[in-house]
DNA sequence: CTCTTGCGTAAGTTATAGCTTACTCTCGTG
DNA sequence: CACGAGAGTAAGCTATAACTTACGCAAGAG
């Protein structure tokens, strides 16, 4: 959980994650859309991303191809839900 | 809201927030809940919240009193809100 | 004025992040 | 089997993060 937050924390990224969240896509078109880096930086922050299981990857020849696992967004968000819930009971039990 | 994402994907930091979230408390008081660090690396950690402006400091003689900005926390909280919102939007988009 | 308390800040260290270039691996194809 | 395309990986560089210890500074107490 703590790693998917560091990975978020970066905006190419979060970026990456935009790009794949409702469509499969193999490395190279991912690579293709940050002209600033090369395409080995995107390469490991794939890599960074599988690692947080923030994306699943799955081979079709010699392509991998990549997209957001559903699931553990879905974990990510509600660890976030839950931190910001917590501080709002915080703030309800001192208003008191 | 870049830097305050990097800030909370410190857990001493969340830690940090959740404590001051509906109370000020002063640097002492903080520091005191890490018994793994120093103190001084503790005021760093403030120091990082602070450029995020995801705290607020006030002076009360020699002691300065930290205390969650309920403004930035909201503004970050609507910033992630929202990426996720794209992202099942795109999700929709696609199904269809 | 001086001393103590509360805290920031400077300097230096070590670990880690993000990047580049160069190399390697693995498929599919002729 | 050779080779070209798609991608990870190794090595090395630079910047930044997270610490530590040591020092400096402001404010109230005596």
Redesign the interface.
């Known amino acids: 959980m703590?790693s998917a937050?560091?990975a978020?924390?970066e905006?190419r990224r979060?970026e990456i994650?935009?790009l794949v969240?409702?469509?499969e896509l193999p490395a190279a078109d991912i690579a293709a859309h940050f002209t600033e880096v090369t395409r080995s930086a995107i390469s490991q922050h794939l890599g960074v991303l599988r690692e947080a299981q923030l994306v699943t990857e799955r081979r079709d020849g010699t392509r991998r191809l990549y997209q957001?696992d559903?699931n553990e967004?879905a974990r990510l968000?509600q660890f976030?839900d839950q931190?910001?819930t917590?501080?709002l009971h915080?703030?309800r039990?001192?208003a008191e």
Request: without cysteine; positive net charge.
């Open positions: 703590d937050l560091k978020l924390a905006p979060r994650l935009r969240w409702s469509k957001a559903q967004m968000r976030l931190y910001w917590d501080g915080r703030l039990d001192v």
